[in-house]
């Protein structure tokens, strides 16, 4: 009796053990990103400044601590860039015994698409605001206006607004996922284009930076990336019942 109570006790811990090893390994990999960033801190710093024409520009701290709080902030950003991917997989594997084949197929075809699409945000984040930023560096020396920037609210908009953008470059994910699965119907999508264009130009105001420039340069791949989804998706989705509903709307 002992012995079978024993059995059972160790096999508890074993399936505890086996639940929770996913969360020990993004776990670690977050610690590991943490070390990297606390160690590296000031090249990543220094990359990222050079990234930006700031030739004449001052770059300067507003507090004695603000360089401590600056490190560890990167430090939390580099562990969630490492245990990004990881997280991803782990997730993928929890969430495939509630999925159909087919939409597990979807989501793992999309998934190298999606990651390609955040990289490229994030790139055209940064570069849109190095644009910005190098049109209004130039203005102001042009009127012999000093720059004096805290270098802790500069590298936070770089990032919040690479950041920004990565994740509005996944919006042909997210639509091709709901057009697959007939969640959305793409002829009520082409009709209502024009509240489509609303919220996306209402998205535009709401992100950093709010100039009326970076807002034109934003909106133009925004339409760019709902139109191109709409143009690479069929009118047929992955379940016969909407093509159904889609086939009696079209007659």
């Known amino acids: 009796m002992t012995q079978s109570k024993n059995f059972v006790k160790a096999s508890k811990i074993r399936v505890t053990r086996n639940k929770c090893a996913p969360i020990r390994k993004v776990a670690l990999a977050f610690v590991i990103g943490v070390i ?3 160690v590296k801190n000031r090249w990543i710093i220094t990359s990222l400044i050079s990234i930006f024409n700031l030739e004449n520009i001052n770059i300067v701290l507003v507090s004695p601590y603000q360089f401590i709080n600056l490190a560890i902030s990167i430090s939390i950003l580099s562990g969630i860039i490492f245990a990004g991917p990881l997280l991803i997989y782990e997730l993928l594997g929890f969430i495939k015994p509630a999925l159909r084949p087919h939409e597990f197929r979807l989501i ?3 998934l190298p698409i999606s990651i390609i699409l955040f990289i ?3 790139i055209f984040g940064v570069r849109i605001l190095q644009f910005v930023i190098d049109i209004y560096v130039n203005t102001s020396q ?4 000093g720059n004096f920037w805290d270098i802790e609210a500069f590298l936070t908009q770089v990032v919040v607004m690479g950041t920004c953008m990565a994740i509005v470059f996944e919006l042909p994910i997210f639509l091709t996922i709901l057009l697959r699965l007939g969640v959305i119907d793409r002829n009520i999508l082409t009709a209502q284009r024009k509240y489509v264009y609303a919220g996306l130009l209402i998205f ?3 992100l950093p930076p709010t100039d009326i420039l970076s807002m034109s340069l934003i909106f133009v791949p925004l339409a760019l990336l709902f139109e191109g989804t709409l143009l690479f998706n069929p009118q047929k ?3 016969p019942i909407a093509n159904l509903k889609n086939s ?3 007659s």
Do not use: E, M, R, V
Not at 142 to 145: C, G, L, P, V
């Open 142 to 145: 042009k009127f012999n206006i």
């Open 204 to 206: 535009d105001i709401l």
């Open 237 to 239: 989705s992955l379940y």
């Open 36 to 38: 990297f960033g606390a």
């Open 108 to 110: 793992t075809k999309l």
């Open 248 to 250: 009696i709307k079209i």
């Open 120 to 122: 490229a945000g994030f």
